[in-house]
């Protein structure tokens, strides 16, 4: 079956060796910073963060604190640290996030255990 692209959280996604280059991936965060000018910003939660390069997405709306999703591709920079070629990004303000980690963690169990790899 055809893969979509991978629901990590930010925990996950700044674990060494976890991602690869071109890795899909949907990420959500609180916006922390914003740098119009490299069309950069940074999202966080849980005490992790990750860059998300912007520069497809076109003009959007940036609020402070304010929860998005993102869904791109993990590059590794020069640095050797992954940042997230965005090529959908929204707020998801009204999301129950931490309802939404908990049905991520069910769903997970639930592929683990009758979906084969």
């Known amino acids: 079956h055809t893969m ?10 700044v674990t060494p060796g976890r991602l ?8 959500y965060g609180r916006l922390v910073t914003c740098d119009l000018g490299a069309s950069e910003v940074t999202i ?6 990750f860059r998300v390069a912007t520069h497809l997405l076109g003009d959007m709306a940036w609020t402070a604190n304010a929860l998005y999703m993102f869904i791109g591709e993990a590059s590794r920079e020069e640095d050797g640290q992954f940042i997230l070629v965005a ?23 639930f592929l683990a255990e009758h979906v084969p790899p």
Not at 4 to 13: G, Q
Not at 91 to 109: E, P, S, T
Request: charged fraction near 30%.
């Open 4 to 13: 979509s692209a991978e629901v990590l959280l930010l925990s996950e996604a």
């Open 20 to 27: 690869r280059e071109q890795q899909s991936l949907r990420l």
């Open 44 to 49: 966080a939660d849980d005490g992790a963060d």
């Open 87 to 109: 090529r959908v990004g929204r707020c998801v303000n009204g999301l129950d996030f931490a309802l939404f980690k908990q049905a991520l963690f069910m769903r997970r169990r």
